[in-house]
């Protein structure tokens, strides 16, 4: 349990780190493609779409755990169509955000650092849950996608019950992409004004 803890605790901090240095890269740097407006665009428009559907996914996703997380099993909602829903639409939020910059060399960075560290972090939270819930979990486990989501499982309630102090705290970190997405744009206005020097180019 202490090793779960461990990796529990740390792993807002790396998340902060590796968006730090994400940020620095995009401060200093220029995409290669915006000398070709098409490919640009086109990444662009797909950046926006993954922040879009990334922000609403995690909103939903937000509002069936906030207030239950660990202590109640979650199967429905996003969460009957796979395990770890909240982490997929950050996924396609973070690659979004990486699209953003008009390149691709950032998102595919992104991609890798999230297929290297986060089914690490998956498989500590499922120990973690299969020792509070047991045979329910395991139950769950069999029945349910750990990552892609299978859309014939969903099961939704008419009504659900959500504790809006948690949720309100839900609603801001579900704009982060958005953000970050605004933050993209600005910086490349500043680049454009000559204000932040550009050392380097992305592919």
């Not at 939903?60 to 969460?79: D, E, F, Q």
Request: aromatic share 18%.
């Amino acid at each position: 349990m202490k090793r779960i803890d461990f990796f529990q605790n740390k792993r807002k901090m790396i998340t902060w780190i590796f968006a730090f240095v994400l940020i620095i890269i995009i401060l200093f740097s220029e995409s290669h493609w915006e000398k070709i407006s098409i490919f640009s665009d086109i990444f662009f428009l797909v950046g926006a779409i993954l922040v879009g559907i990334s922000t609403i996914g995690r909103l939903w996703c937000s509002m069936y755990i906030s207030g239950y997380k660990t202590n109640t099993l979650i199967t429905i909602g996003p969460y009957s169509m796979c395990r770890n829903p909240l982490y997929l639409f950050s996924l396609l939020g973070a690659v979004g955000v990486g699209l953003a910059t008009e390149s691709l060399i950032l998102p595919f960075i992104i991609l890798i650092c999230f297929l290297i560290y986060y089914p690490f972090v998956i498989r500590e939270e499922e120990k973690r849950l299969s020792q509070i819930h047991g045979k329910e979990f395991q139950n769950y486990c069999r029945k349910t996608p750990r990552f892609f989501p299978s859309f014939s499982l969903l099961n939704e309630p008419e009504q659900y019950i959500v504790v809006p102090k948690v949720f309100k705290k839900s609603l801001f970190d579900a704009l982060w992409f958005i953000w970050l997405f605004g933050i993209i744009e600005i910086v490349e206005a500043l680049h454009e004004w000559r204000i932040i020097p550009i050392f380097f180019r992305l592919y």
